[in-house]
């Protein structure tokens, strides 16, 4: 019996972060998690993409775009754990998990791996229309996946650059996308997933299911594991000049930087 390609696919990426695991617990850089992560995402996405029957252009296309992402991202995040610290995000989880931290940390990587699927889920559907390429909805998603992935390797290189810098320690980053969100490079992570639907919308009722990618990245990056543990340790690190910050600059979307009069009582990030 024939086993359905996505079958094979989900079992590989829950063996995959399985091995980030062990990676972690044996070098305790989490940072290695996030590049098996984005690796794993990649290869299940072309995987997908190389499966699913739809339009050949379309399917090349879907393809390199995943690619793509998946090698710039994991790239830089391999080059950023080389020799790091521990990632402030995990050694916060990891701390208040405490004694029960190795297996609860295994079950959140599996959960990382059902993310990762619902990713490739929107791969496989975008790589799956048979309509021909080049439709108004693929130029649109071809504009918005290039301007994420120049937008998110913009604000990493300049997230890198103030890192070099003298204040690096005590300061803030506010160099350009930074100075109109305190998070670009998560933006412009979630706004890339934004392109799959594009691609895969059609008459199916299936192709719809293409949105779940970005309506759960945006939920993670912005309420669970992006913003909310970062906001904490910038604030218990950075203190009263995060909190200018915050005052000044939105958490995600990109906008007018703003001052601190016209921010409503009770804005979060």
């Known amino acids: 019996m024939d086993i359905n390609p996505l079958v094979i696919i989900a079992i590989g990426l829950s063996v995959a972060m399985a091995g980030a695991w062990v990676i972690q617990r044996t070098t305790g850089l989490s940072g290695w998690i996030d590049t098996i992560w984005s690796l794993a995402v990649g290869a299940g996405g072309i995987a997908a993409a190389i499966f ?19 090698l710039r991202l994991a790239s830089h995040i391999g080059a950023r754990t080389r020799g790091a610290k521990e990632d402030p995000r995990y050694a916060k989880f990891i701390e208040e998990w ?39 909805l693929d130029f649109i998603a071809i504009g918005v996946g290039f301007i994420a992935l120049g937008g998110e390797a913009a604000s990493d290189a300049q997230l890198a ?22 998070h670009p490079n998560y ?7 934004c392109c799959l639907p594009l691609f895969a919308l059609s008459g199916s009722i299936w192709s719809w299911l293409s ?18 543990p970062l906001e904490d340790y910038m604030l ?29 009582r009770g804005d979060a990030p």
């Open 52 to 70: 699913a029957d739809g339009n050949t252009s379309r399917r090349i296309m879907v393809l390199m775009f995943v690619a793509l992402w998946s």
């Open 98 to 136: 405490g004694d029960s931290a190795p297996w609860r940390l295994f079950v959140f990587l599996q959960v990382q791996a059902i993310a990762a699927f619902v990713l490739v889920l929107a791969v496989y559907l975008a790589a799956a229309n048979g309509e021909n390429l080049l439709r108004t």
């Open 187 to 193: 933006f412009f992570e979630w706004l890339f997933w």
């Open 211 to 228: 949105l779940l990618a970005p309506a759960m990245m945006y939920w993670l990056l912005v309420h669970v594991s992006g913003i909310p």
């Open 161 to 182: 650059r103030f890192r070099k810098s003298p204040g690096a320690r005590t300061g803030v980053c506010e160099l350009g996308l930074w100075r109109y969100s305190r």
């Open 236 to 264: 218990r690190t950075r203190g009263a000049r995060f909190r200018a910050q915050q005052q000044r600059v939105n958490a995600f979307f990109p906008g007018p930087r703003r001052k601190p009069s016209s921010i409503p």
